[in-house]
């Protein structure tokens, strides 16, 4: 996100209610948010995700709970 900024773009991340759920400003909260959206794209691309259908997943690393 540093990156997108540093070069001019204004990076926003959203959820569903339109709440920024990670502080773009916290390194270490959007490193593990990216890491949380990776390993849930991974599982996705795997065989064992060969069965779901219409989920939605919440990939905010446990930050609902919080």
């Known amino acids: 996100m ?3 900024a ?4 204004d990076p926003v991340s959203l959820d569903q209610a339109g709440d920024p759920p990670v ?8 490193r593990a948010a990216a890491e949380d959206v990776a390993a849930t794209v ?6 064992a995700a060969a ?3 219409g ?3 919440c990939t905010d ?6």
Do not use: P
Request: no cysteine; aromatic share 4%; glycine share 12%.
């Open 55 to 57: 989920q939605v997943l």
């Open 61 to 66: 690393g446990g930050l609902i709970l919080r």
């Open 6 to 9: 540093a070069s001019g773009h």
């Open 2 to 4: 540093a990156a997108l």
């Open 51 to 53: 069965a779901l259908t």
């Open 23 to 30: 502080d773009l400003g916290n390194e270490s909260m959007v």
């Open 42 to 47: 991974a599982f996705l691309a795997s065989d």
